[in-house]
């Protein structure tokens, strides 16, 4: 067994192991809406491209909290910045219809403004000070959105827009049944490709972030902002690229979203959203990009197959006992508490939070 | 010419006067102390020369140009290096990550690697931790990665802020050595220190600062002998 072991270690080193590893995830990434569909039916693969979207907004808070340790409670305000972006240029609201290629950028550039509005009045703020002021700002935008509908009819107010156009890269629809050498894409299948293809590229420029320069002084503001400076850190610009990178993220997601849905409204982006993505961020492992995408597949996926409690009741019982909404969120907040309390680090910790959680245990 | 030229410096919080206009003559090579009683003022001097404060008034000269307002930031990179109070460790940064931090404003690649020989030669202790995270380093071993990481950022004038704080006499005498090498090797050392003895007796010259005025300066065997520092600081 022992044997075993080692032989296993020492193949994982291989460099040819890797690239077999890669190739067999990215094999499996590719074959998952199907095999989903087919076992699990059409609306799973929904599920799939919603936990897709939610990667990419974990990742993106990430840099914010993870990275440059500055805790963010409205994020959701830069989902719904991109996600009303997209809608207001791209239906009968307006009357716009720009193309999805100009938009995904510009949807960034444009919740890249909006996360330096936030960041730079809250330069000077940290911990439970920035958290109540982004806390307010994620209101606002939201309440903002809720209200454009007069004197001048902007957002459509509670009501929200809807007919936004579908995501199109050329003449190919992504809202459409296409055939492809033979095989039949629905639309859930063909957002998927494109949700996981951006999700790739934003796990890849995470990555890069977090080994690059800007990275090292994020980790460095994060530990201690005075030393930060007196390494000559220029904590105010790279705080100020955490919120700028961190939002983009959150703008890119939420034009997807909008172009996927074909409806948003204020509801979307409630206080409720921005709490979730920061539990995936924290359940996973702050700063720790593989923990992040871990603790956004599970708290999109768990709260899902709690529906499933609904028909076990009534099998179990008889009938429903209790409503299966209400319970979804009591296991939900009983598995955080507990994974907390045994993994308080997350679940799949960084090897620096590590470090902090081993050192608790020791004095 | 001074390396560092500070006239009539005033820093202010909110009302309060912490420094009320003060001069300071910092030269090449020197090793300088600014010793003072609880609240006189030291550290905030120190952040104003580090550009961590704006003074209020007076003005800073470092290499002849005027300093007073530019960022922490841009003073590293003209060799303005503070170690900050209470050493600023990044705790959960491994030994070796401390000190690569500290080269931070620069990428030359061969020139950070033998600067980290260097400070590796200097504290052999560090090399040994070189793994473990630093907050999990004693008072003293942390106190030497300050000064290693600030040496990374490559000193012309090196700011010292409390080096002997909450340490052991015996490890404060190491430290001391140390900063007299460091000195001896060519770069310009302020230190600011509650300990006036310790630091006087390892310093050139030195200053007295007294709710936010220098009311003595001096050689630092003059300053020792002097009846008024004898009785305020040293106790005697």
Not at chain 1, 71 to 96: E, H, K, R
Not at chain 1, 252 to 276: D, Y
Not at chain 2, 10 to 15: A, C, I, L, N, R
Not at chain 2, 180 to 190: C, H, P, Y
Request: hydrophobic share 50%; charged share 15%.
């Amino acid at each position: 067994m022992n044997d075993l072991l080692t032989h296993w270690r020492k193949f994982k080193r291989e460099p040819y192991a890797v690239w077999l590893g890669f190739a067999l995830i990215g094999f499996a990434l590719v074959l998952l809406p199907f095999a989903t569909d087919a076992a699990m039916g059409r609306s799973w693969v929904r599920i799939l491209d919603h936990t897709l979207l939610y990667i990419m907004l974990a990742l993106g808070l990430n840099i914010v909290v993870g990275f440059a340790g500055l805790l963010d409670l409205g994020y959701v305000a830069f989902f719904a910045v991109g996600a009303y972006l997209y809608a207001l240029l791209a239906s009968p609201q307006f009357g716009l219809h720009l193309p999805f290629w100009t938009l995904l950028p510009l949807g960034a550039l444009v919740a890249c403004m909006f996360g330096v509005l936030l960041g730079a009045p809250t330069l000077r703020l940290r911990g439970d000070y920035l958290a109540i002021v982004t806390l307010g700002f994620g209101e606002i935008i939201r309440i903002f959105l809720n209200n454009l509908n007069a004197p001048v009819n902007i957002t459509n107010g509670p009501q929200g827009l809807n007919m936004i156009d579908p995501i199109m890269l050329g003449d190919f629809s992504f809202s459409r049944t296409q055939q492809i050498l033979g095989i039949t894409f629905s639309s859930v299948h063909n957002y998927y490709y494109l949700f996981l293809a951006l999700t790739l590229l934003i796990i890849f420029i995470s990555i890069r972030l977090e080994n690059s320069r800007i990275g090292r002084a994020w980790v460095a503001i994060r530990e201690d902002e005075v030393a930060a400076q007196a390494m000559g850190i220029n904590t105010r610009n790279v705080k100020l690229l955490a919120f700028a990178m961190g939002a983009s993220f959150g703008g890119v997601s939420g034009g997807l979203f909008a172009g996927f849905q074909g409806f948003v409204s204020p509801e979307s982006f409630h206080l409720t959203e921005s709490i979730m993505v920061l539990c995936m961020v924290v359940l996973g492992g702050m700063g720790h990009i593989p923990g992040v995408i871990l603790g956004a597949v599970l708290l999109s996926v768990l709260p899902e197959a709690l529906r499933y409690i609904g028909p076990l009741e009534e099998a179990l019982f008889g009938r429903v006992i209790v409503d299966p909404s209400d319970l979804r969120l009591l296991i939900l907040g009983l598995a955080m508490v507990l994974i907390m309390l045994l993994r308080p680090a997350g679940l799949w910790p960084s090897p620096v939070q590590r470090r902090e959680f081993a050192h608790h245990d020791k004095s | 010419m001074s390396l560092l030229q500070v006239r009539d410096l005033k820093v202010s919080y909110g009302g309060i006067n912490a420094v009320k206009g003060i001069n300071l003559e910092i030269h090449k090579g020197e090793l300088v102390a600014l010793i003072g009683a609880n609240g006189a003022g030291k550290t905030t001097t120190l952040r104003a020369l580090a550009g961590l404060e704006h003074p209020s008034g007076g003005t800073i000269h470092y290499q002849g140009h005027s300093i007073a307002h530019q960022p922490t930031h841009q003073l590293v990179k003209k060799g303005l290096v503070m170690v900050p109070e209470g050493r600023g460790i990044f705790g959960r940064l491994t030994v070796e990550e401390n000190l690569y931090m500290g080269a931070y404003c620069y990428d030359d690649t061969s020139q950070i690697a033998s600067d980290m020989h260097q400070v590796y030669a200097r504290f052999p202790r560090l090399q040994e931790r070189s793994h473990q995270a630093g907050g999990t380093l004693s008072g003293g071993e942390q106190q030497m990665l300050a000064i290693g990481r600030a040496l990374m950022s490559r000193p012309q004038l090196l700011l010292l802020d409390e080096p002997s704080m909450g340490l052991a006499p015996l490890i404060v005498q190491k430290i001391f050595e140390t900063i007299r090498d460091i000195a001896a090797e060519g770069v310009t050392i302020l230190l600011v220190e509650q300990n006036a003895k310790l630091a006087l007796e390892n310093s050139h010259r030195g200053y007295v600062l007294e709710s936010g005025l220098i009311t003595l300066h001096d050689d630092a065997k003059s300053l020792l002998s002097n009846e008024k520092v004898r009785h305020a600081y040293l106790g005697e």
